[in-house]
């Protein structure tokens, strides 16, 4: 490789080297492991300008896992920054190596999800409503530090308040958030009394929710920072998500942006043809039906279904024509039948 590579070369390099040699893929193999440590090392170096200033001027009298901003302490294998590996082999790393780097910051708020129920009426209009949330906010008393007001949190011992402690994993040395301090660096010794030392207290509030017309089962409304309150000031809020259920209808059916509904009518309307009245969420409209028209068929009522979440397009609603048999006759309909019937014949 020249001595010139820039940070993509290097980066290609590196992860093809990493793959051949990983201890995974030679098990048994002390030649590959030692390989691989030399490759980690060298490009914790190269990665690094400062670093790799150094060792272009010194060359092998600087050990290459030496990390020169800690002032000694080399050899191999006694150094190498995560973030490399992570920049290299970027999510896959995550799921390799899990939580043993520490993943988003932890004083972010969590999202947190409430359900909502509406009717399909307000779904088709879209609607203002109101939804009771209880979410953990920055107690007030302690202003989230967790301390009893006039004290102060200590110093975590474990890591001396760096907020992370080193760890061996194998040949690795990694960094790792505090597993006593949670990467604060300081520990409550006088706990406030509100919160408990935890530095939130839940709070319940009602938020207004706009709802979409056209939204469907299931969708989610994102309300930005509407979630749990940061642990810190400089951490940011999480979201608020509200699921939408919407009810089942008495009489329609929603598919998509269709709506399908069942309308009755009697056999001579059926077979001569007839205009009836047919519902709609807009109100009721008139449906022709033609002549000859069978038991389960299907009218359509071009843009009467659901708007669409994101356009101004309308869906059909489509009519199942249902064919009303009356239970009980008058003699004269018995007779009217009886003749139809015989023409029939």
């Known amino acids: 490789m020249p001595r010139d590579a820039d940070d993509d070369t290097l980066k290609k390099a590196f992860r093809k080297l990493a793959l051949q040699f990983h201890p995974d893929r030679n098990p048994g193999d002390p030649t590959a492991e030692e390989r691989f440590k030399t490759i980690n090392e060298a490009y914790a170096v190269l990665s690094d300008p400062q670093r790799r200033a150094h060792y272009d001027r010194f060359g ?5 896992g030496m990390d020169p901003s800690r002032g000694g302490g080399g050899g191999r294998g006694a150094y190498v920054d995560p973030s490399h590996l992570r920049d290299v082999f970027g999510d896959v790393f995550d799921d390799l190596f899990g939580g ?77 958030p505090c597993p006593q301090c949670h990467g604060k660096g300081r520990v409550i010794i006088d706990p406030c009394p509100p919160c408990r030392g935890s530095g939130r207290v839940s709070q319940a509030s009602e ?48 598919d998509g942006r269709d709506l399908v509904c069942e309308v009755p009518v009697t056999f001579p309307q059926a077979a001569l043809g007839a205009q009836i009245e047919v519902p709609t969420l807009d109100g009721k409209v008139k449906l022709k039906v033609p002549a000859g028209t069978e ?10 279904g659901m708007p669409d979440l ?23 309909q018995r007779e009217l039948l009886e003749a139809l019937d015989t023409s029939f014949q």
């Open 60 to 64: 092998k009298d600087t050990p290459l």
């Open 207 to 254: 938020t207004k929710v706009t709802v979409p017309a056209g939204i469907q089962h299931g969708q989610r409304i994102r309300m930005a920072s509407q979630g749990e309150t940061a642990r810190t000031g400089a951490g940011q809020d999480g979201d608020l998500y509200i699921e939408i259920d919407v009810e089942k209808h008495a009489f329609f059916e929603r």
């Open 295 to 304: 038991a389960g068929a299907l009218l359509r009522l071009k843009g009467k």
């Open 100 to 176: 043993m780097f520490g993943r988003s910051n932890s004083q972010h708020g969590r999202d947190i999800q409430v359900g909502l129920t509406i009717t399909l009426e307000e779904a088709f209009r879209g609607a203002e409503r109101t939804v009771s949330v209880t979410r953990p906010t920055r107690c007030g008393a302690c202003e989230g530090s967790g301390a009893r007001a006039g004290t102060q949190p200590g110093r975590c011992n474990t890591c001396s308040g760096v907020g992370q402690v080193r760890m061996q994993a194998g040949f690795l040395s990694v960094v790792q």
């Open 310 to 332: 994101r356009t101004s397009a309308r869906g059909d609603q489509h009519v199942r024509i249902a064919i009303e048999v009356p239970r009980t006759l008058t003699a004269q």
